[in-house]
């Protein structure tokens, strides 16, 4: 899968993911909203935000299924 349609479609794929497949998206989105709020030239506040709503919602699928604790 492209990256594109990674982003685009990520709140609809969510629930079609395996627990690694989401554990490795919130691993990602973690990882991103740390960069966009990282103090320097790629500082964006609004990717950032993005970045943890992504975050947010792969850990609420992980909770729905029972699995709160990370991989």
Known sequence: MS??????HWYAD????SVEQL????AL???RA?????RGA????KAAREWREKLRAV???L???GVDQPG
């Not at 554990?23 to 919130?26: A, G, L, M, T, V």
């Not at 790629?42 to 506040?45: D, F, K, Q, T, V």
């Open 42 to 45: 790629g500082r964006s506040p």
């Open 29 to 31: 989105a973690a990882q």
């Open 3 to 8: 990256r594109w349609k990674l982003y685009a």
């Open 23 to 26: 554990r490795e998206r919130r």
């Open 34 to 38: 740390e960069r966009a709020a990282a």
């Open 63 to 65: 909770l729905r299924r």
């Open 59 to 61: 850990e609420d699928e």
């Open 14 to 17: 969510l629930p079609g993911l």
